[in-house]
């Protein structure tokens, strides 16, 4: 069964600090990895990853993905209490229900 | 403003109490999911549709009927809500099954 697994489950850190989230996955079939950032409503989208060792950017955040180690890592560089959000990692299997599987999630806070 | 709007934000019912959850967007997106999103579990895939009149189950249908007639909207019905079906729940959509998701803002569902 495909699976997606973050670690860690929460994380408390101070404003300035850097931080990496993981994520691991076991699809069967891949297709691409997504990041996205849930406050206290909706995800919102992040980054597409589908290419091995291709980094995206975006301000503070970056992120990259091994599909031989099957895993991804998003960083966040300089921390601000606005970055405090459960980040949800999920992978794309075309062939399992055309489902995006997520993980559980990464509690970020950030502390002034 | 392109958007996926839920309705309603939050519900309270009993059980056996028929219920449904509306969902519409108006991006002229193709793709449309509801998930689930429980503590420690992540978000679960209920259903989706690839296009109107084309709805398929994802990872936790049991209990659940959805329709597409149209392309914008994409109801959640529950026709006897149980106690275990109380959740977070969500729609969202996207222009194909593999592009990234636009999320509504979540219907908070309790069920006694």
């Known amino acids: 069964e495909d699976k997606v697994v973050q670690s860690p489950l929460s994380l408390v850190v101070h404003e300035g600090d850097t931080v990496t989230l993981n994520c691991s996955y076991e699809v069967t079939n891949f297709r691409s990895l997504l990041w996205y950032k849930q406050e206290k409503k909706a995800p919102t989208f992040l980054f597409m990853l589908?290419?091995?060792?291709i980094e995206k950017k975006s301000g503070r955040l970056s992120s990259i993905l091994d599909k031989k180690e099957l895993f991804s890592i998003l960083n966040i560089t300089a921390t601000q209490t606005g970055d405090s959000a459960v980040y949800l990692c999920a992978v794309d299997d075309p062939y399992n229900n055309n489902d995006m599987r997520f993980g559980a999630g990464t509690r970020l806070t950030v502390k002034p | 403003e392109a958007q996926v709007t839920q309705n309603p934000r939050y519900l309270i019912t009993v059980t056996g109490k028929k219920l449904t959850v509306t969902c519409s967007q108006n991006?002229?997106?193709?793709?449309m999911s509801w998930y689930r999103q429980d503590p420690g579990l992540g978000l679960r895939q209920i259903y989706y549709?690839?296009?109107?009149?084309?709805?398929d189950k994802g990872d936790v249908p049991e209990g659940y009927k959805v329709s597409r007639k149209e392309k914008r909207n994409f109801p959640l019905i529950l026709e006897s809500p149980s106690p275990n079906q109380t959740s977070l729940y969500f729609c969202?959509?996207?222009?194909?099954?593999?592009?990234?998701?636009?999320f509504g803002n979540g219907t908070r569902l309790t069920v006694t």
């Open positions: 969202a959509s996207s222009l194909s099954g593999y592009s990234p998701l636009h």
């Open positions: 991006m002229n997106h193709e793709y």
């Open positions: 549709s690839m296009n109107v009149e084309v709805t």
């Open positions: 589908t290419s091995s060792g």
